[in-house]
């Protein structure tokens, strides 16, 4: 970033505007949203740092900025027109007003030394594994921990699949989709992530269920179940009366895991609870065929305009629900979602 900073020398500070917590910030040139923010120790969301996760999603409310790589790699035509950026990629041309939600990620960091306790098949290409950890790691239901393996530098980072325990806990469970030429899900699937040594830190993101009393609606692709798992198991825990759909977008029934789950869901929801199985390419009697993007329409009608959608799995079926949201009457606002994006999208 010193590059970009020698490049706009004589170029004034701006001041950047956080709406709704007014905080101030004074951005300097060649420096970006998140890049001032983290130095005053705001607790911005952000992942990626690059500009591909979309975690630091943000609303330009009056202003201009400068992108260092163009949003629409990452955000949705839809989040574009609505006027967001991603703070990590912009630099302010202008004083500044923008809105985001400065929430804490929940319980505090922690970063312990992990095994793997076990792992247990579900699909052909996903499985649940359980970490146990020195130390116990609390977390917010929908939020994701960072695996490093063999004191690598780079980490993967995977969701949470059960409800937390209130203290926080030493066994972690996580449904892992083997991604073929992958380098963790390879040893993974091949057996020798078994013997690995790990340090996994967390918790980190989001993505969890925002306070209201409409409906819910979740869609969920391959081992993007895992989150809404989390989610729904604590919300039904907690007695959330909001009539739900899940919808749940696979190729073909091979593909389908965590019925287990999702009936101990529905058996404990105090209110409507659907759950959607939708098939893209081996259509089964009495399952729901197409793109999970088909039915998001029914399932509206089921649940009416004021629901909260909560989206999570592959970038591209993210992007596409989004916009068939959007289409439908759902404001962005409304609309949370994890991608779970990989190194084969990097730039
Ligand atoms: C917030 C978040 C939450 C996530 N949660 C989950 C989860 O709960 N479950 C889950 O299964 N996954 C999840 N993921 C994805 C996960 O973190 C990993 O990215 C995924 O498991 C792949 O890791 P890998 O090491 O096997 O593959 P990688 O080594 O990252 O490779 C992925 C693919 O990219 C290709 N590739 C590698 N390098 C390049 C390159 N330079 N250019 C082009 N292609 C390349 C590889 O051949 C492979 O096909 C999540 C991701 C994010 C961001
Ligand atoms: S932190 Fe900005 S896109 Fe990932």
Not at 294 to 314: N, S, V
Request: some cysteine.
């Amino acid at each position: 970033m010193s590059f970009l900073k020698s490049l706009f020398g004589k170029t004034p500070a701006q001041t950047v505007t956080v709406q709704p917590s007014g905080l101030e910030l004074t951005v300097e040139p060649g420096e970006t949203i998140l890049e001032q923010a983290l130095i005053k120790n705001i607790p911005y969301p952000h992942e990626c740092t690059v500009g591909t996760c979309g975690s630091c999603r943000t609303k330009l409310l009056s202003g201009k900025v400068d992108a260092i790589t163009p949003f629409g790699y990452t955000l949705s035509k839809e989040e574009l027109e609505a006027g967001y950026i991603l703070a990590c990629q912009s630099l302010p041309k202008s004083e500044l007003t923008i809105e985001i939600d400065l929430q804490e990620e929940g319980d505090g960091l922690v970063a312990t030394p992990a095994r793997i306790a076990s792992t247990t098949k579900l699909t052909h290409d996903i499985m649940k594994v359980e970490w146990e950890t020195d130390l116990p790691m609390g977390y917010r239901a929908g939020q994701y921990v960072n695996i490093r393996w063999n004191a690598e530098q780079i980490h993967r980072s995977y969701s949470f699949a059960k409800a937390p325990e209130k203290s926080g806990q030493t066994l972690l469970a996580t449904f892992i989709r083997h991604v073929p030429g992958g380098a963790f899900t390879d040893l993974l699937f091949s057996g020798e992530a078994k013997s690995l040594d790990y340090e996994l830190d967390g918790p980190h993101g989001q993505f969890w269920l925002r306070p209201g009393k409409g409906p819910i609606l979740c869609i969920a692709g391959g081992s993007g179940l895992a989150p809404i798992i989390s989610l729904l198991s604590d919300a039904a825990s907690k007695r959330a009366r909001r009539d739900t759909v899940l919808l749940f977008g696979a190729r073909a029934k091979r593909d389908l895991y965590g019925e287990a789950e999702i009936s101990a869901i529905k058996n404990a929801w105090t209110a409507g609870f659907d759950f959607w199985p939708v098939l893209s390419e081996t259509p089964e009697d009495n399952l729901r065929a197409g793109l999970v993007t088909e039915h998001i329409g029914p399932a509206l009608e089921r649940l009416g305009p004021d629901t909260q959608a909560y989206l999570c799995g592959p970038p591209p079926m993210i992007d596409a629900a989004m916009e068939e949201l959007v289409r439908q009457g759902i404001p962005l606002d409304a609309i949370f979602y994890d991608k779970f994006t990989d190194a084969s999208m990097a730039q």
